[in-house]
């Protein structure tokens, strides 16, 4: 367990990589949910993870590679306590050379709104556009405590009960990025409620948010496949493993 990723390291080894993935795939499926919740002592209540964000450190490591072949999601966990979210993604990269780097994301809450303030340009308030990405993610926020256990579950022809482990993610969506550089990379989790009444589907479905150096409207959009805000690219499109496992 020493090797697991803690919240005070971040930095992710192969060996760590593999821990730490094998912790969320061996977890009590009854208590997935405690993993994006953590109790707020000073009024005994859980607050959800909102969405997680990749350190500053790790965005100029991001940027610094040229095109990406794979990009996967993978679903993971770490040590901590009830006051903590254990929960984080990683994001395995494997470059055209074949080179493999490992990114954590860290977990944050939903931002306080003030009130006196613009919400509009306050960090955070604008998650997503007011499309389906808005909707799934206030779908996420909304759903009971006691159901989010089985967003991560799906029904297969080999096992009555199968967990996702991974999402892979089109690499040609996030290359025509990289040479102009980015300013941060988000995993913004949500629920994609035409899904949930379905056994043989993963309902719960993540977005990627890209912050671009450059403004977004500089830049060229594949209508369908991504959507942008201001200044955030969003991408929908991946694929959970469980069902839908490709070759790797």
């Known amino acids: 367990m020493e090797n697991v990723i803690t919240q005070e390291n971040t930095s992710i080894t192969k060996e760590s990589f593999k821990k730490s993935t ?23 209540q859980y607050e959800r993870v909102y969405y997680f964000s990749m ?14 072949d794979t990009f996967t999601m993978h ?37 306080e709104m003030n009130e006196s303030q613009n919400k509009e340009n306050e960090p955070g308030s604008e998650i997503v556009p007011q499309t ?8 996420w926020e ?10 991560f579950t799906v029904k297969t022809k080999k096992k ?9 993610v089109t690499a040609g969506l996030i290359n025509p990025y990289l040479p102009n550089g980015i300013e ?16 043989d589907m993963i309902s719960f479905t993540p977005v990627i948010g890209i912050t671009p150096k450059n403004p977004v409207e500089n830049i060229s959009q594949r209508a369908g496949i991504i959507e942008y805000s201001d200044s ?15 070759k790797r």
């Open 184 to 199: 941060a990379i988000k995993f913004y989790p949500g629920l994609d409620m035409n899904k949930f009444q379905y056994k």
């Open 75 to 111: 679903m993971a966990l770490k040590r901590g306590y009830k006051e903590k979210f254990t929960f984080f993604p990683i994001f395995e990269i494997v470059d055209e050379k074949g080179n493999e780097q490992f990114f954590g994301l860290e977990a944050f809450q939903k931002p």
């Open 55 to 68: 350190s500053d450190d790790d965005v100029k490591r991001f940027n610094a590679i040229q095109e990406i």
């Open 160 to 168: 009555p009960m199968e967990r996702v482990l991974f999402y892979k």
């Open 22 to 44: 094998s912790l969320w795939k061996n977890a009590d499926v009854l208590q997935l949910t405690h993993h994006f919740h953590k109790l707020d002592p000073s009024v005994g």
């Open 142 to 151: 909304q759903v009971d405590m006691s159901l989010v256990d089985d967003l």
């Open 132 to 139: 389906f990405k808005q909707m799934i993610h206030d779908n």
């Open 232 to 246: 955030e690219v969003f991408i929908e499109y991946s694929s959970p493993c469980p069902p839908t496992c490709a």
